[in-house]
């Protein structure tokens, strides 16, 4: 990625799991527990870390072996279960990603806002940054039950954006999944992807037309700053 952001930036957006939160081990335990109950024996969490970011059904379904259908009643079932089993224990290994803490308290020195938007349910996102004691400024977390649409569809960064009183073309969405940067550019939103997250290996970042792409969450304060790029704006 080349080019300067075109504007100030006034509010900075974050996906939650695999980007602001690395929740991988809860939710892998929690899908192990289910399996045991089932009788199955537990999948190494280094293979299912890549699908944590497309949500618990999709998790089940690599752990299962099962289509992913959301009509299918036993995969509901399952992750009934499993969402139980994970709000029991939430954040025992969940921690904000090296940096993170830091780009926060950027953000607040600099006096610009910062929400969650995600597909995680609203209640169990609302649970996970409580237990991790972090709060947006307004409460600005919108869940993937938030609204009647969800990521990749706009809307649910838009109405992030009115909790906060920023307009689109001025805030940033970070995420480590396509849907995020679907999402962002439809909103009319720069786009940064993070490659830290939990994407799959054959669907890297540089194929999601993502404005920027970071390592690390501390290079998204030289990117606000325009510190990141040697050529000049334009």
Same mark, same amino acid.
């Given at each position: 990625? !080349?080019?300067?952001? !075109? &504007?100030?930036?006034?509010?900075?957006?974050?996906?939650?799991?695999?980007?602001?939160?690395? *929740?991988?081990?809860?939710?892998?335990?929690?899908?192990?527990?289910?399996?045991?109950?089932?009788?199955?024996?537990?999948? #190494?969490?280094?293979?299912?870390?890549?699908?944590?970011?497309?949500?618990?059904? %999709?998790?089940?379904?690599?752990?299962?072996?099962?289509?992913?259908?959301?009509? =299918?009643?036993?995969?509901?079932?399952? @992750?009934?279960?499993?969402?139980?089993?994970?709000?029991?224990?939430?954040?025992?290994?969940?921690?904000?990603? =090296?940096? +993170?803490?830091?780009?926060?308290?950027?953000?607040? !020195?600099?006096?610009?806002? @910062?929400?969650?938007?995600?597909? %995680?349910?609203?209640?169990? *996102?609302?649970?996970?940054?409580?237990?991790?004691?972090?709060?947006?400024?307004?409460?600005?977390?919108?869940?993937?039950? &938030?609204?009647? &649409?969800?990521?990749?569809?706009?809307?649910?960064?838009?109405?992030?954006?009115?909790?906060?009183?920023? !307009? #689109?073309?001025? &805030?940033?969405?970070?995420?480590?999944? #396509?849907?995020?940067?679907?999402?962002?550019?439809?909103?009319? +939103?720069?786009?940064?992807?993070?490659?830290?997250?939990?994407?799959?290996?054959? =669907?890297?970042?540089?194929? @999601?037309?993502?404005?920027?792409?970071?390592?690390?969450?501390?290079?998204?304060?030289?990117?606000?700053?325009?510190?990141?790029?040697?050529?000049?704006?334009?």
């Amino acid at each position: 990625m !080349s080019r300067r952001l !075109s &504007t100030p930036i006034h509010a900075v957006l974050f996906d939650l799991d695999g980007t602001l939160v690395d *929740s991988h081990g809860d939710l892998c335990n929690a899908l192990n527990r289910l399996e045991e109950e089932c009788g199955n024996d537990p999948t #190494p969490h280094q293979l299912i870390r890549p699908h944590v970011s497309q949500g618990a059904m %999709k998790m089940i379904c690599v752990a299962f072996d099962l289509e992913f259908n959301k009509e =299918n009643l036993r995969l509901q079932s399952l @992750w009934k279960q499993m969402i139980r089993f994970y709000r029991e224990d939430i954040a025992s290994l969940s921690m904000l990603f =090296n940096g +993170m803490p830091e780009v926060l308290d950027h953000l607040q !020195s600099n006096g610009i806002a @910062w929400g969650v938007v995600t597909n %995680k349910p609203e209640d169990l *996102s609302c649970q996970l940054l409580a237990a991790l004691r972090v709060e947006p400024p307004q409460g600005c977390v919108v869940g993937g039950d &938030t609204l009647p &649409t969800k990521k990749p569809e706009p809307g649910p960064l838009l109405h992030a954006c009115q909790l906060l009183d920023a !307009s #689109p073309e001025k &805030t940033v969405y970070v995420g480590d999944d #396509p849907r995020d940067a679907i999402a962002g550019k439809r909103a009319g +939103m720069a786009t940064i992807a993070v490659r830290y997250g939990y994407h799959m290996p054959d =669907n890297p970042p540089e194929l @999601w037309g993502a404005d920027y792409i970071i390592d690390n969450p501390i290079e998204l304060m030289d990117i606000l700053s325009n510190k990141a790029f040697d050529e000049s704006p334009g």
